[in-house]
């Protein structure tokens, strides 16, 4: 598993943006995957996840704000943020496991492979 995170920016606040995150192995289907953030001086902490069944859970924070897919025929896993605020900004990173329990989606030692991650900056 290799993860390569792309796509963010800078943008205005109320905007949208997409992330998306590659994985170069051959396991990607197999994978449940999530996307974490880390704004300066906090914690990294979960966005969004979708497992291999494609079950989905997100922060209530970005709940009917951000969405995330994957498409297995192109290891590429997603994230759709509309009506970006200025506290969602952060380093966005995209996380992957071979096996997790639902109830650890939101723990970041539950992923053992992590991206570099990508540069989201929202003005106000």
């Known amino acids: 598993v290799q993860l390569q995170a792309s796509g963010g920016g800078f943008v205005q606040a109320g905007e949208s943006l997409t992330i998306s995150c590659v994985d170069s192995?051959?396991?990607?289907?197999?994978?449940?995957m999530g996307w974490y953030r880390q704004a300066p001086g906090d914690l990294r902490r979960m966005v969004a996840s979708?497992?291999?069944?494609?079950?989905?859970e997100y922060t209530d924070s970005v709940k009917g704000r951000f969405t995330i897919s994957r498409d297995n025929a192109k290891n590429t896993v997603y994230l759709q943020m509309n009506s970006l605020r200025p506290d969602d900004a952060a380093v966005y990173y995209c996380?992957?496991?071979?096996?997790?329990?639902?109830?650890?989606?939101?723990?970041?030692?539950?992923?053992?492979?992590w991206g570099q991650g990508t540069l989201v900056t929202v003005s106000s």
């Open positions: 996380a992957a496991s071979n096996t997790i329990i639902y109830s650890q989606l939101n723990v970041p030692s539950s992923y053992a492979y």
């Open positions: 979708i497992t291999k069944t494609h079950y989905v």
């Open positions: 192995g051959s396991t990607f289907s197999a994978n449940d």
